[in-house]
């Protein structure tokens, strides 16, 4: 079950985004994709992810805290961190979204102008194949 979709009882707010991350299990690192962060903990992605209850600890950056596998599935898994982050160090590594262009919604209106003589006979020939003369 995909347990990141829900907030599912969440005690603190959750920020989603796709970055490197790791983890320690062991004494040897292992390269995740951090999906989301709170002050409690992360969800990460990974192939071969330790068990439910194994004992890691998480790396982003200069990011480095104790936790725990909550659950793992699918090549995802939920880390529960030992302690809770403060928002100051949730907030320097979530990401800040991306400001968009602002674009023109709607299309320029049409307008319409007579056409020159020169422009009549290219329309002309191009509509009917031959020159307006020939008529």
């Not at 989603?16 to 062991?26: G, N, P, Q, T, V």
């Not at 961190?81 to 709607?106: G, I, K, S, W």
Request: aromatic share 6%; charged share 30%.
């Amino acid at each position: 079950m995909d347990q990141s979709s829900t907030n599912q009882n969440r005690k603190a707010p959750r920020s989603h985004f796709f970055m490197k991350a790791s983890i320690e299990l062991d004494g040897r690192h292992h390269d995740v994709r951090l999906r989301n962060l709170s002050a409690e903990g992360a969800l990460i992605e990974a192939e071969d992810l330790p068990v439910e209850g194994a004992e890691i600890l998480f790396r982003k950056e200069k990011l480095s805290v104790p936790g725990r596998i909550a659950w793992s599935a699918d090549g995802r898994a939920g880390v529960a961190f030992a302690q809770r982050l403060e928002p100051d160090v949730v907030r320097r590594h979530v990401p800040q979204p991306r400001q968009r262009a602002n674009a023109p919604t709607r299309r320029p209106g049409l307008k319409s102008h007579e056409l020159s003589e020169g422009e009549r006979r290219f329309a002309e020939e191009w509509i009917f194949g031959r020159p307006p003369s020939e008529g």
